[in-house]
């Protein structure tokens, strides 16, 4: 493992400047909801049916309160009126509630106010006690058959059909691997609502839905009892229904989630305050459901060049952490990404990016870390893209990286195949096998190009911060700061689904999730 390198204290005052900055976020945070936090109440209380052509039941009530302004008390509030009128599921309540035109949504009385805030209370908790049972499900299974040492072997499955994505996840995992992503289809970020049921058709991957998750967790289930080791599945919280994903996830008992404060913001033109409060919802959920969240930092060294903006990927983590911890995760619950990216063309590459891995390591000793393999200068060649991969495996190894995605040799030519992968699994676990250990048996000069890179990177990671502190995050994301993409605050998609908060909003889910 890395020596000291930076010292505490420098360490200590980052995560400092990292509360600093996010600290503003949260008054954001606090006074806003959005139309997606208030679906994701509505799916904890059973409304995850669709309507008429496919449309999400609860987009339909949710989109129905908004037109009748009265979303910002909360759908909660006003599932409760759909009780007290006489429903008796969940889609009466839904029916009830858009059949009424917005001037009969009227006050009611304080003690009829009071009677509903606690029958929905009651209601609430009965939910929430079932959605942990699901969580407590999961956990048992994944005790009883265990689990592969770190890092975790980590492959992605993408056909945009389920049922070829089971059989691919299958496969992958009789081969080794430990962690089965699915990728969602290209551009499901931008759509405002999940898609609902089962899946065949994707562009790029295959949709993200709860009947999905379901498929394929049932899949790796029975594929982890026939193996005799758990198998986690991931899938993508991230976009314009962060929250509602985590909550589909969450209760289809999914061990991973990429999640992150800055992606949508970043690299899908999603405004800004919707990220942040959505992701802040999300996060409270993968908190209280045990998932892990893996970061987006090495998308940034995709965009800009990884050696010059290795800072970026540094500051981002402190600030993705400190916005983690507020939402109530754990240190064992961050998978903080980051990647092998520098131009293999460069001069001391191996070194190079052993000293950004190490220093990860080194700033969070307790989180698990997400590695990421080579994508941006992969070539056709696939003999010399198998080669590369094999260096990322060994920096995974060397610097205990939790979860390493592993890199496919056809990466530049197509979506990889099966065998694609049993190479790529092949290759890894014979690495982790034969340089198990050796961090423990090398030690890093202080005075060497590994520890001094490790500072000027630390260093102008620490200048960023500063700057990011004194100006704020807003500025620093519009100047372009994280992967060269400059955003402004009020721009991007989904800022009209952003609504402060009545001064009697009700979210009891919400409640309870932020409780100690």
Same mark, same amino acid.
């Given at each position: 493992?890395?020596?000291?390198?930076?010292?505490?204290?420098?360490?200590?005052?980052?995560?400092?400047?990292?509360?600093?900055?996010?600290?503003?976020?949260?008054?954001?945070?606090?006074?806003?909801?959005?139309?997606?936090?208030?679906?994701?109440?509505?799916?904890?209380?059973?409304?995850?049916?669709?309507?008429?052509?496919?449309?999400?039941?609860?987009?339909?009530?949710?989109?129905?309160?908004?037109?009748?302004?009265?979303?910002?008390?909360?759908?909660?509030? /006003?599932?409760?009126?759909?009780?007290?009128?006489?429903?008796?599921?969940?889609?009466?309540?839904?029916?009830?509630?858009?059949?009424?035109?917005?001037?009969?949504?009227?006050?009611?009385?304080?003690?009829?106010?009071?009677?509903?805030?606690?029958?929905?209370?009651?209601?609430?908790?009965?939910?929430?006690?079932?959605?942990?049972?699901?969580?407590?499900?999961? &956990?048992?299974?994944?005790?009883?058959?265990? +689990?592969?040492?770190?890092?975790?072997?980590?492959?992605?499955?993408?056909?945009?059909?389920?049922?070829?994505?089971?059989?691919?996840?299958?496969?992958?995992?009789?081969?080794?691997?430990?962690?089965?992503?699915?990728?969602? +289809?290209?551009?499901?970020?931008?759509?405002?609502?999940?898609?609902?049921?089962?899946?065949?058709?994707?562009?790029?991957?295959?949709?993200?839905?709860?009947?999905?998750?379901?498929?394929?967790?049932?899949?790796?289930?029975?594929?982890?009892? #026939?193996?005799?080791?758990?198998?986690?599945?991931?899938?993508? %919280? +991230?976009?314009?229904?962060?929250?509602?994903? =985590?909550?589909?996830?969450?209760?289809?008992?999914?061990?991973?989630?990429?999640?992150?404060?800055?992606?949508?913001?970043?690299?899908?033109?999603?405004?800004?305050?919707?990220?942040?409060?959505?992701?802040?919802?999300?996060?409270?959920?993968?908190?209280?459901?045990?998932?892990?969240?893996?970061?987006?930092?090495?998308?940034?060294?995709?965009?800009?060049?990884?050696? &010059?903006?290795?800072?970026?990927?540094? =500051?981002?983590?402190?600030?993705?952490? +400190?916005?983690?911890?507020?939402?109530?995760?754990?240190? /064992?619950?961050?998978?903080?990404?980051? %990647?092998?990216?520098? &131009?293999?063309?460069?001069?001391?590459?191996?070194?190079?990016?052993?000293?950004?891995?190490?220093?990860?390591?080194?700033?969070?000793?307790?989180?698990?870390?997400?590695?990421?393999?080579?994508? #941006?200068?992969?070539?056709?060649?696939?003999?010399?893209?198998?080669?590369?991969?094999?260096?990322?495996?060994?920096?995974?190894? /060397?610097?205990?990286?939790?979860?390493?995605?592993?890199?496919?040799?056809?990466?530049?030519?197509?979506?990889?195949?099966?065998?694609?992968?049993?190479?790529?699994?092949?290759?890894?676990?014979?690495?982790?096998?034969?340089?198990?250990?050796?961090?423990?048996?090398?030690?890093?000069?202080?005075?060497?190009?590994?520890?001094?890179?490790?500072?000027?990177?630390?260093?102008?990671?620490?200048?960023?911060?500063?700057?990011?502190?004194?100006?704020?995050?807003?500025?620093?994301?519009?100047?372009?700061?994280?992967?060269?993409? #400059?955003?402004?605050?009020?721009?991007?998609?989904?800022?009209?689904?952003?609504?402060?908060?009545?001064?009697?909003?009700?979210?009891?889910?919400?409640?309870?999730?932020?409780?100690?």
């Amino acid at each position: 493992m890395p020596g000291p390198f930076i010292d505490d204290a420098q360490i200590a005052h980052a995560r400092k400047l990292a509360e600093d900055i996010t600290e503003p976020i949260f008054e954001l945070i606090r006074r806003n909801t959005t139309v997606s936090v208030e679906r994701t109440v509505l799916r904890f209380f059973g409304i995850s049916d669709a309507g008429a052509g496919g449309v999400p039941l609860a987009n339909l009530m949710v989109d129905r309160l908004k037109a009748a302004g009265v979303l910002n008390k909360g759908a909660a509030y /006003w599932y409760g009126r759909a009780l007290q009128m006489g429903a008796r599921s969940p889609m009466e309540a839904v029916e009830r509630l858009t059949a009424l035109p917005a001037e009969k949504l009227g006050p009611l009385s304080p003690e009829m106010e009071q009677n509903l805030r606690e029958e929905v209370r009651a209601e609430a908790h009965a939910a929430m006690e079932d959605f942990k049972s699901r969580i407590a499900q999961r &956990d048992a299974l994944r005790k009883e058959l265990g +689990s592969a040492p770190a890092p975790h072997k980590y492959v992605i499955v993408a056909t945009g059909n389920i049922y070829d994505d089971v059989d691919q996840a299958r496969a992958a995992a009789q081969a080794g691997a430990d962690i089965i992503a699915v990728i969602r +289809s290209t551009a499901q970020s931008l759509l405002d609502y999940v898609p609902h049921g089962a899946t065949t058709e994707g562009y790029g991957g295959t949709y993200a839905t709860q009947e999905n998750f379901r498929i394929m967790r049932e899949a790796l289930d029975d594929e982890g009892r #026939k193996l005799g080791r758990y198998i986690q599945l991931t899938n993508y %919280s +991230s976009g314009l229904c962060m929250a509602e994903i =985590a909550f589909a996830a969450a209760y289809e008992r999914l061990d991973m989630l990429l999640n992150d404060a800055m992606y949508g913001i970043l690299f899908r033109d999603i405004n800004m305050r919707r990220t942040f409060i959505d992701q802040y919802f999300s996060r409270r959920i993968c908190a209280q459901a045990g998932i892990i969240i893996n970061t987006g930092e090495d998308n940034y060294i995709t965009t800009a060049d990884a050696y &010059d903006a290795a800072h970026t990927v540094i =500051a981002s983590q402190f600030i993705n952490e +400190s916005f983690a911890k507020r939402a109530g995760l754990k240190d /064992w619950q961050l998978g903080l990404g980051h %990647s092998y990216e520098i &131009d293999p063309y460069r001069a001391d590459t191996l070194l190079l990016e052993l000293s950004q891995a190490m220093l990860v390591r080194r700033c969070f000793p307790n989180a698990p870390l997400k590695y990421m393999p080579p994508t #941006k200068h992969k070539e056709t060649d696939i003999f010399f893209s198998h080669a590369y991969d094999v260096m990322a495996d060994l920096v995974a190894i /060397w610097t205990r990286q939790g979860i390493q995605l592993l890199g496919m040799m056809t990466e530049a030519m197509h979506t990889p195949l099966l065998a694609d992968r049993y190479v790529a699994l092949k290759a890894a676990s014979y690495i982790h096998r034969a340089a198990a250990g050796i961090d423990e048996e090398f030690t890093v000069r202080e005075d060497g190009k590994i520890a001094n890179r490790a500072r000027e990177v630390f260093g102008r990671a620490m200048a960023l911060l500063e700057e990011c502190q004194k100006d704020g995050m807003v500025a620093a994301i519009g100047r372009g700061h994280f992967g060269d993409v #400059k955003r402004a605050e009020t721009g991007g998609k989904g800022l009209d689904g952003v609504l402060e908060k009545a001064p009697d909003y009700f979210n009891p889910f919400q409640e309870m999730l932020e409780a100690p």
